[in-house]
């Protein structure tokens, strides 16, 4: 099993409003991202967590929250957020570390739209 | 200068062709070198993962990693009409940060 689940696949969120995203794993990786993707680009790293702490930190606006509870979920926390912001949210999970076997997988994705 | 460059297309083939995809690097410490695909408004689904340099096969796919060049190569044979997607080459060194070159989009013609 490669799933990365991701819910939900589409949110629709007012500037004023606070959305959370959730994804879960169940391949034992101790490695997790957030990654954003605008149309036609390549995804861009937010966050990463290993071994449920936050090891990266790619210089998101405090708007983003994420939140590791273990080592199977992810958490993104929205609040405040721009129109800008609208976008492709992904989360990844990976074993950690170096070597073989810590290519990352991919979820679904959830589609984004601030209005 | 991008630290992966990627030709982004389009690519237009007809059905049963050999689809030649590639990335050039600047970055000599990547180690780990990944194919994704992605569908329109799905999330990238990995293909092939080769750690250094090599040759890998899987199926219709074979990644080939050149790193006295900096350079790697997706080649998908007997294209279908399904393999229209945009592909994405990724790489890191031993850190989590996945680099991505822009994708190409591929367009294979029934």
């Known amino acids: 099993d490669t799933e990365v689940t991701q819910t939900p696949k589409h949110l629709v969120m007012g500037m004023t409003n606070k959305k959370s995203l959730k994804c879960e794993q169940h391949m034992g990786h101790r490695a997790m991202y957030w990654y954003k993707q605008k149309a036609k680009k390549p995804p861009e790293l937010m966050f990463v967590?290993?071994?449920?702490?936050?090891?990266i930190n790619e210089s998101v606006p405090s708007r983003f929250s994420p939140e590791c509870p273990n080592s199977s979920l992810l958490n993104l926390h929205l609040h405040a957020l721009q129109p800008e912001d609208s976008a492709l949210y992904l989360c990844a999970s990976s074993h950690p570390g170096q070597g073989g076997d810590t290519e990352a997988f991919f979820g679904q994705g959830t589609r984004l739209t601030v209005v | 200068q991008k630290e992966v460059e990627q030709d982004p297309g389009p690519l237009s083939v007809p059905e049963g062709a050999i689809v030649s995809l590639n990335c050039t690097y600047s970055?000599?410490?990547?180690?780990?070198f990944m194919w994704y695909r992605q569908y329109s408004r799905k999330g990238p689904e990995l293909l092939m993962y080769?750690?250094?340099?090599g040759n890998k096969e899987d199926g219709r796919f074979t990644a080939q990693v050149d790193k006295s060049s900096k350079y790697i190569s997706l080649f998908i044979r007997d294209s279908q009409p399904s393999d229209s997607a945009t592909y994405l080459c990724a790489m890191r060194s031993n850190d989590y940060k996945l680099s991505f070159g822009a994708g190409t989009t591929v367009t294979v013609r029934a």
């Open positions: 967590y290993s071994y449920e702490k936050l090891s």
């Open positions: 970055n000599s410490a990547f180690q780990y």
């Open positions: 080769t750690y250094s340099s």
